[in-house]
Nanobody, 116 residues
Framework: QVQLVESGGGLVQPGGSLRLSCAAS????????MGWYRQAPGKRREFVAV???????NYGDSVKGRFTISRDNAKNTVYLQMNSLKPEDTAVYYCNAASVVAGSHWGQGTQVTVSS
C-alpha cells in the first residue's frame, strides 16, 4: 500500500510563495501520473497540476503561469512550487498518485492559507 505524505503548507501573504512536497513510501516511477488537487471550504476538489511518468505536465487554468509541478524519482517526491499566491488559492492541497495497475492513492492533505 502506497502512502503519500504532503508537507510545506502554511500561512503566506498575497504575492508570496510556497513549495509543497509529496513524499511517497515507495517508488513513484511506477505511477502513470502524480498530481496535486485542492479543496476550499464549501467547494469541490479541484485539479491543480499533474506530471506524467515521462515528465509532461498539465495545469488547471487558475494556476497556469504561477505554479510549477516537478518530480524527483530518486527521492520518490513530487513538488508543487507556488508563486504569486492569491487569497483564492487558500485550500487544503492533496497529493495524488495514479496508475492503471495500482489505482489511485491520496495523501492526507496540507493546508495553504493566503492572507494578509
Amino acid at each position: 500500500q502506497v502512502q503519500l505524505v504532503e508537507s510545506g503548507g502554511g500561512l503566506v501573504q498575497p504575492g508570496g510563495s510556497l513549495r509543497l512536497s509529496c513524499a511517497a513510501s515507495g517508488s513513484i516511477f511506477s505511477f502513470n501520473t502524480m498530481g496535486w488537487y485542492r479543496q476550499a471550504p464549501g467547494k469541490r476538489r479541484e485539479f491543480v497540476a499533474v506530471i506524467a511518468s515521462g515528465g509532461s505536465t498539465n495545469y488547471g487554468d487558475s494556476v497556469k503561469g504561477r505554479f510549477t509541478i516537478s518530480r524527483d524519482n530518486a527521492k520518490n517526491t513530487v513538488y508543487l512550487q507556488m508563486n504569486s499566491l492569491k487569497p483564492e488559492d487558500t485550500a487544503v492541497y492533496y497529493c495524488n498518485a495514479a496508475s492503471v495497475v495500482a489505482g489511485s492513492h491520496w495523501g492526507q492533505g496540507t493546508q495553504v492559507t493566503v492572507s494578509s
